[in-house]
């Protein structure tokens, strides 16, 4: 069965400053899809990355990087230099082919950054 | 990624009666899933929209609760019926298999229909 933790429940910054939001996964496959969104306060989940089981490289994307280990099951998420319009929920998910894509998400975090 | 819409935005209905959901995507899509996220929930999958066959769904939902269509590969509904107020939610769609995007494996999300039942 597949598992998505995420144990920070809310955190809170203040601008400028960086936050990393940890999510560590449960699976048997060997093929699988790891995956962050943002819900902002409208409600919309907005895509922010995918990344496959074999692909172990770290990525970045303007302020936003991402960490995956798989020697720890983790696939950790930095904003840097956070700013007001950061302030989400953000999840973190699993799927895999052997289950028609179906995502399991994590329980979320939610980010406050004060001005 | 694909464009997805969803009607209606929001809602406010009475206990007992029913509200379709729809979802429109502007590419065909291979797979298409129904969601609910409860205040302060993370979400949770209701069904499979199938095209030209019956829903799959997950463990603690049934059909006659929450009957679902997908008449074809762009548009597809979802019904709550006899609602009480533990139905207050958002419902979200998703799509995976969009042409455009080249991402199978990667689902996109409608913008929600949050539900409040008196």
């Known amino acids: 069965a597949q598992k998505v933790t995420q144990a920070q429940t809310e955190i809170s910054v203040v601008e400028k400053e960086d936050v990393t939001l940890d999510c560590v996964y449960e699976t048997r496959d060997t093929t699988y899809y790891l995956f962050w969104y943002k819900q902002p306060p409208s409600g919309e989940l907005v895509f922010l990355i995918r990344r496959n089981s074999f692909d172990e490289q770290n990525e970045i994307s303007g302020r936003y990087s991402w960490n995956f280990q798989k020697s720890t099951s983790s696939f950790n998420f930095t904003i840097t230099a956070s700013q007001v319009v950061d302030s989400a929920v953000y999840f973190c998910?699993?799927?895999?082919?052997?289950?028609?894509?179906?995502?399991?998400f994590g329980a979320g975090t939610t980010v406050t950054v004060r001005a | 990624s694909a464009v997805i819409s969803q009607k209606p935005s929001r809602d406010i209905c009475q206990r007992g009666t029913s509200l379709t959901i729809q979802c429109q995507v502007d590419s065909q899509v291979t797979m298409m899933f129904w969601y609910r996220q409860q205040p302060g929930q993370s979400l949770t999958l209701i069904a499979t929209a199938n095209q030209g066959s019956e829903a799959t769904y997950e463990s603690g939902f049934v059909i006659d609760k929450f009957p679902i269509s997908r008449p074809n590969l762009t548009f597809s509904t979802l019904t709550v019926s006899n609602m009480s107020p533990e139905d207050s939610s958002i419902y979200l769609c998703?799509?995976?298999?969009?042409?455009?995007?080249?991402?199978?494996?990667?689902?996109?999300f409608g913008p929600g229909t949050r539900l409040t039942v008196l």
């Open positions: 998910a699993l799927s895999d082919p052997s289950n028609d894509y179906k995502l399991s």
């Open positions: 998703s799509v995976a298999g969009a042409a455009k995007s080249g991402l199978a494996d990667t689902q996109y």
